[in-house]
T-cell receptor
């Protein structure tokens, strides 16, 4: 099956700093990538949808200035958490969608903001 | 708007017993339905999917699910549980193909020896 990677797998940062998370589709081109957030023992909540070469579409309640998404190529999307605060601590998961295919999920990135 | 309800946040079975995880959905159009499994601190792995073809769908690891339109259900089953099946299972629905997924709250499957 298709493989999606995320980097880093976990990151610890100080409050006020910015953190970048990369999502890569390793063996296919992804026209669309999705970013999810998962709190402990809860389901995945869609944060935004990004299409290659265009601006991301954010879900209601997600601050676009805080969660910057860039989808510069058909194999890479990045999520930058700007000026991170402890409440941003969470598990961030990306998925990639190939044409007429299923969403393939990355392994997730655990963010801890101190 | 689409939604998913997973009955039971936790399901406990003995090794070798039948596994049944329940999922009901609502959708304004014919849905695509998915079951994913998540192991601790990992992403989601697709178990199986329904995309308007056969109503009984077979997936990986011996799991299968049956789409029942009249009951708006897509329950996940496995005849005999293994210890390695212990994980969190998510049901998801998509309207209009493989686009935006809406997830249920998840069911934690616990398997005892």
């Amino acid at each position: 099956g298709a493989v999606v990677s995320q980097h880093p797998s976990r990151v610890i940062c100080k409050s006020g700093t910015s953190v970048k998370i990369e999502c890569r589709s390793l063996d296919f081109q992804a026209t669309t990538m999705f970013w999810y957030r998962q709190f402990p023992k809860q389901s995945l909540m869609l944060m935004a949808t990004s299409n290659e070469g265009s601006k991301a579409t954010y879900e209601q309640g997600v601050e676009k200035d805080k969660f910057l998404i860039n989808h510069a190529s058909l194999t890479l999307s990045t999520l930058t958490v700007t000026s991170a605060h402890p409440e941003d601590s969470s598990f961030y998961i990306c998925s990639a969608l190939a044409v007429k295919e299923t969403q393939y999920f990355g392994p997730g990135t655990r963010l801890l903001v101190l | 708007a689409q939604s998913v309800t997973q009955l039971g946040s936790h399901v406990s079975v003995s090794e070798g017993a039948l596994v049944l995880l329940r999922c009901n959905y609502s959708s304004s159009v014919p849905p695509y339905l998915f079951w994913y499994v998540q192991y601790p601190n990992q992403g989601l792995q697709l178990l199986l999917k329904y995309t308007s073809a056969a109503t009984l769908v077979k997936g990986i690891n011996g799991f299968e699910a049956e789409f029942k339109k009249s009951e708006t259900s897509f329950h996940l089953t496995k005849p005999s549980a293994h210890m390695s099946d212990a994980a969190e299972y998510f049901c998801a629905v998509s309207e209009g193909g493989y686009s935006t997924l809406t997830f249920g709250k998840g069911t934690m499957l616990l398997v005892s020896p």
